[in-house]
């Protein structure tokens, strides 16, 4: 069991005062998701060329939000950010000391959250030769996406990516930016929880898996979505305005057997 706890934004300018909203709030559904992992916190902040920065500390997520480090990637906000991705990590596999083990996680071009426990990554890892930085079974989901170049198929990355994701065996919810088209944003839940709010002032998308959070920060009026299982979506920064809390394109997904 680990926390989930992500903005993905419209590229646009803000008002201080709202990028502050913002921050906070992302601050705020971070410590909410401590219940669900505090062994390790991590934040990456994605720009909408590919740049990113990443921060993950073997501490839980009430110490990792006073560091200063995290105080300045967040007052890093800008018209040019894309996505807020946080985690709270419960480990299953892969100690918390070894911060590579910790989320987010980078594997090539794929940047990425990860909540359950894959049952056969080191198989998957020895079928496909892939190089692992670490011990923890949540790198093979983005190595096998890394796998996946969205600049050579024509339109048809999401069947290839969701070919790919079949290969998994376990319970898993996961969210993942590759860098090659950094403003999107592929989420999966599968067996475990993820709720989302379109804010729409904002042009923002707020994620948690905690659905009791999305209430407290937003009001018992806010529409807040459990997502569907099984499903392999793709949001995307430039359509918010337009597509709100829906996808821009989905597969439907079934586990290894």
């Given at each position: 069991?680990?926390?989930?706890?992500?903005?993905?934004?419209?590229?646009?300018?803000?008002?201080?005062?709202?990028?502050?909203?913002?921050?906070?709030?992302?601050?705020?559904?971070l410590i909410f998701n401590e219940a669900r992992g505090n062994a390790a916190t991590g934040l990456?902040?994605?720009?909408?060329?590919?740049?990113?920065?990443?921060?993950?500390?073997?501490l839980p997520a009430s110490e990792f939000t006073r560091l200063?480090?995290?105080?300045?990637?967040?007052e890093q906000l800008s018209s040019t950010t894309t996505l807020l991705l946080g985690h709270t990590r419960l480990p299953t596999k892969g100690s918390p000391?070894?911060?590579?083990?910790?989320?987010?996680?980078i594997a090539g071009h794929v940047l990425g959250v990860h909540n359950g426990q894959i049952e056969n990554d080191d198989e998957l890892f020895r079928r496909f030769h892939y190089p692992r930085q670490a011990q923890v079974d949540s790198e093979i989901i983005f190595r096998l996406l890394d796998a996946v170049s969205p600049q050579l198929l024509n339109g048809q990355y999401l069947n290839a990516a969701c070919k790919?994701?079949?290969?998994?065996?376990?319970?898993?919810?996961?969210?993942s930016s590759d860098l090659r088209m950094p403003r999107r944003l592929m989420v999966l839940k599968h067996h475990n929880p993820?709720?989302?709010?379109?804010?729409?002032?904002?042009?923002?998308?707020?994620?948690?898996?905690?659905?009791?959070?999305?209430?407290?920060?937003?009001?018992?009026?806010?529409?807040?979505?459990?997502?569907?299982?099984?499903?392999?979506?793709i949001f995307?920064?430039?359509?918010?305005?337009?597509?709100?809390?829906?996808?821009?394109?989905?597969?439907?997904f079934s586990a290894a057997q």
């Open positions: 069991m680990c926390g989930i706890a992500a903005l993905l934004l419209h590229p646009q300018e803000r008002a201080p005062q709202t990028w502050q909203e913002m921050g906070e709030i992302f601050t705020r559904s990456a902040m994605i720009d909408s060329d590919g740049h990113f920065q990443i921060l993950k500390r073997p200063p480090e995290y105080r300045q990637m967040l000391a070894n911060n590579d083990n910790n989320h987010p996680i790919r994701l079949h290969l998994l065996q376990g319970q898993f919810t996961f969210l993820l709720c989302l709010h379109y804010h729409e002032e904002w042009n923002t998308l707020v994620f948690s898996s905690r659905y009791i959070f999305l209430r407290k920060a937003f009001g018992r009026a806010v529409i807040t979505e459990a997502l569907p299982h099984d499903q392999v979506m995307d920064a430039d359509t918010l305005p337009r597509l709100g809390n829906q996808p821009q394109s989905t597969c439907r």
